[in-house]
């Protein structure tokens, strides 16, 4: 695995890591209260779809071996360029349904790379 790719994971993963410490033990009724929750969060979903985007440009084929690929990418998209029209029952439930499995990915395919 090339050095970029390496970093773009690495960036997948300390960006998965920080959006579940900063919702862990919180509600959904704390998510939609608290905007720099919601800011926080949000901003490393940022990161991670623009991480994967990189990816995707750099190693296609590891891209595509973390599920849902494109559709974070999407989901990046949607944060920064419909701003305005941001569910956040969508946003909270990624985060208690696929982000623990994100990282996991992003954590996996770091230490297959360590390993090999």
Known sequence: MRLEAKKHLEDVRLAA????EFAQGKTY??????AMLR?????????????LNR???SDPALAESIEHCKRIIAFRNILIHGYDVIDDRV???????DLPALHDRAASLLAQEHDG
């Not at 890591?17 to 579940?20: D, G, I, S, T």
């Not at 009724?29 to 608290?34: G, L, P, T, V």
């Not at 901003?43 to 991480?51: D, L, N, S, T, V």
């Not at 946003?91 to 349904?97: A, G, H, M």
């Open 17 to 20: 890591a920080a959006a579940l």
């Open 29 to 34: 009724e704390d998510y939609c209260s608290q």
């Open 39 to 51: 800011s926080a969060v949000e901003r490393q979903f940022e990161i991670m779809g623009e991480a």
């Open 55 to 57: 990816l995707r440009k």
């Open 91 to 97: 946003v909270w439930d990624v985060i208690e349904r």
